[in-house]
């Protein structure tokens, strides 16, 4: 089945540790994006990909980091410079060519720093 | 500041009747708006979208309303059901292919039976 998966589904990690959340497309999209939210807030965007090899920053950046070296993973690290890393953070992906700009979104991953 | 915005954080309704929600924007540049519905603790899955150049978008029990004078789109259901009850993100997005959408707070719906 085509379709985007994130693991773990859910994740514990230490203060001061830096960790890192996968995100993975059988779609062969081409637009690769990570988003996190929290209670009361709606998806804020962490980091997009467009194509193999180059990303962009989005909203609210500081503290994380990407690389896009496949067409089909994204993987996100979450350093120990973000400040408040505890939320949910989800992926998604685009074709470039559809008709329209729906993004389809994999099941997320609930971060908690202890 | 907010470019999208969902004034209402929640909104109860009785199966059978209609759902409304609400959506405004202030970027006049957005061509293309979408609803996402959420379950917690699950990822957005896409409802429906509707592109500037038109009023209204419908996909069976959902239908869309877009008035670009007062920058509003609505999302309508009818009927609702008990199943329909989850978090409605309202999404914008602006211009070529691969950008990112911005999301508004989200409504969370409940129908009841």
């Known amino acids: 089945d085509g379709g985007i998966t994130q693991s773990p589904k859910y994740l514990f990690r230490k203060e001061g540790q830096n960790v890192t959340l996968s995100c993975e497309q059988n779609?062969?999209?081409?637009?690769m994006y990570w988003y996190r939210q929290d209670p009361g807030q709606g998806l804020r965007l962490i980091y997009y990909?467009?194509?193999?090899?180059?990303?962009q920053k989005g909203d609210i950046a500081e503290g994380y980091s990407v690389s896009r070296e496949k067409k089909e993973s994204f993987p996100l690290t979450v350093t120990s410079a973000q400040k408040n890393p505890t939320a949910f953070y989800l992926c998604?992906?685009?074709?470039?060519?559809?008709?329209?700009?729906?993004?389809?979104f994999g099941p997320g991953t609930r971060l908690t720093v202890l | 500041d907010q470019q999208v915005k969902q004034n209402s954080p929640s909104l109860s309704v009785q199966e059978g009747r209609i759902s409304i929600l609400n959506c405004d924007y202030t970027n006049s540049m957005f061509d293309y708006f979408l609803w996402y519905k959420k379950y917690p603790a699950e990822g957005p899955t896409f409802l429906i979208s509707i592109s500037s150049i038109k009023d209204k978008n419908e996909d069976g029990r959902f239908t869309v309303f877009l008035n670009k004078s007062a920058k509003h789109l609505s999302l309508h259901i009818v009927p609702s059901q008990p199943g329909d009850s989850a978090v409605y993100f309202c999404a914008a997005n602006q211009g070529q292919a691969g950008t990112a959408l911005i999301f508004g707070k989200g409504t969370t719906l409940s129908v009841s039976s």
């Open positions: 998604a992906s685009r074709y470039a060519g559809g008709r329209g700009n729906e993004q389809f």
């Open positions: 990909s467009q194509i193999v090899n180059d990303f």
């Open positions: 779609l062969n999209h081409d637009a």
